[in-house]
């Protein structure tokens, strides 16, 4: 069972990071929405924190990506992960995530 019990909001500036890298690398129009959510999952066996990723399109199906990892700790590579996992052609790389944003 996942539900969002983490006391602590996500970095505001870290999710907006995953929103415009996932943007850019794909060249999304201004009508497609991205999404991410960090759930906290009590089933035994399932990692403790995991981001999942979404991606709304109009008249398409909704595509979704889960990293078994917090949103602080989502990466480059990882978004480029997501990028592969929704059928996109990825780019080489994905900016990082600024060290001083």
Request: with cysteine; proline share 9%; aromatic share 4%.
């Amino acid at each position: 069972m996942l539900i969002n019990t983490s006391p602590r909001r996500p970095n505001r500036e870290r999710v907006r990071y995953i929103k415009e890298a996932l943007r850019e690398a794909l060249s999304l129009s201004d009508d497609m929405t991205v999404t991410v959510t960090e759930l906290a999952c009590l089933e035994e066996g399932c990692a403790p924190v995991e981001t999942v990723i979404g991606l709304l399109r109009p008249d398409a199906p909704q595509l979704q990506c889960k990293l078994h990892k917090s949103i602080e700790s989502v990466d480059a590579e990882d978004l480029v992960r997501v990028c592969r996992t929704w059928g996109f052609d990825t780019p080489a790389a994905v900016p990082e995530y600024p060290a001083n944003p």
